[in-house]
């Protein structure tokens, strides 16, 4: 049996912030204060059972583009992912600085 990428269209409230993120099916992420949820092992897969706080701890910019690097502070994985095109860029920064 193949793995076939599912794509599921959700909306979510960041836990953080409290902010209502509006899913485009491949949003994994709190576009204004970035922080994440632990649902994924791998992206998108919704896989995981933990459901802890992602925070983000790291940026990374390879070929132009930022990646997110999150550690869950629930059961400590550490997940990178692709930075969204509506993600608050003031936070991208904050986290920069904090590296
Ligand atoms: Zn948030
Ligand atoms: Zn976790």
């Known amino acids: ?8 269209v959700e909306n979510f409230k ?7 993120v509006f899913g485009n099916g491949y949003t ?8 994440g949820k632990h649902v994924d092992i791998y ?9 802890g706080a992602m925070k983000p701890i790291g940026i990374e910019v390879i070929g132009g583009r930022y990646r997110i690097r999150y ?3 629930k ?3 550490e997940f990178v992912i692709h930075s969204a095109k509506n993600d608050n860029f ?9 590296m």
């Open 75 to 77: 059961c400590d994985h």
């Open 1 to 8: 049996m193949t793995k076939r990428f599912k794509r599921t």
């Open 14 to 20: 960041c836990e953080n912030c409290g902010v209502e």
């Open 71 to 73: 550690l869950c502070q």
């Open 90 to 98: 003031e936070e991208i920064l904050k986290i920069t600085k904090r």
């Open 43 to 51: 992206p998108g897969d919704r896989a995981a059972r933990c459901g």
């Open 28 to 35: 994994d992420h709190c576009p204004e204060c970035l922080w």
